[in-house]
């Protein structure tokens, strides 16, 4: 009980910390987000539903459920689509597609694949009781893991086997972000799958379905 305790408290000092940090780098880039038109991403979108669009779709290699995307937050997609054309997320299919994309063009998808599905994160998602292990987490992606702010993903709902693949790469540095990679390096190797395993067990996210 006493371990617990200590790590739930050293879990709210991480994410106050955490928190400081976002903010600061969180408050110049929402200023700078142009304007996306959903109307203009629904073109440019076609692609991307060959494999967002299908319940369950797996990549090739290694093994993993692609992302869900209805209900995501479009500044945070803004900021993944930018991360596969810049290099700081490493996925072969989605850096071809990001590096024709130009800034607008991006913005637009965002907003579209955000425009669609959702209707659970829309209601609240899950009242479940939290885990020790995510009282860290919830400063930014929300107590129930759908996220508080448009810049940070929510968790709720999404597959499993994708949340665990994106931590470890925070983890191994493929995957860049300051304040993940610090994050991630402070999380037991035992608790990746739980975490994993519970915002995925969350009502949220949903496969990205076209109108």
């Not at 408050?27 to 991403?41: C, F, H, M, V």
């Not at 599905?117 to 899950?126: L, M, N, Q």
């Not at 995510?134 to 129930?144: K, V």
Request: glycine share 10%; net charge negative.
């Amino acid at each position: 009980m006493e371990t617990y305790k200590f790590q739930v408290i050293m879990n709210m000092k991480i994410a106050a910390i955490a928190a400081t940090l976002l903010l600061a780098v969180v408050i110049p880039a929402q200023s700078a987000l142009a304007e996306g038109d959903a109307t203009a991403g629904k073109e440019l979108a076609y692609t991307c539903l060959g494999c967002h669009g299908i319940e369950g779709y797996r990549n090739a290699y290694p093994s993993y459920r692609v992302p869900k995307l209805g209900g995501q937050k479009a500044g945070y997609l803004v900021i993944a689509l930018k991360g596969y054309r810049d290099g700081t997320r490493a996925h072969p299919t989605m850096e071809a597609q990001a590096t024709s994309l130009s800034d607008q063009e991006i913005e637009d998808i965002a907003a579209y694949l955000a425009s669609i599905g959702g209707d659970t994160v829309a209601r609240g998602g899950s009242d479940a009781p939290g885990i020790a292990a995510a009282t860290a987490c919830a400063a930014c992606h929300g107590d129930n893991g759908i996220s508080v702010n448009a810049l940070w993903p929510t968790l709720a709902g999404q597959h499993e086997s994708y949340l665990e693949r994106a931590l470890g790469q925070y983890r191994d540095g493929t995957r860049g972000d300051v304040v993940m990679s610090a994050q991630a390096a402070l999380i037991a190797v035992e608790d990746v799958a739980l975490l994993a395993r519970y915002f995925a067990s969350l009502e949220g996210l949903e496969t990205t379905k076209p109108d």
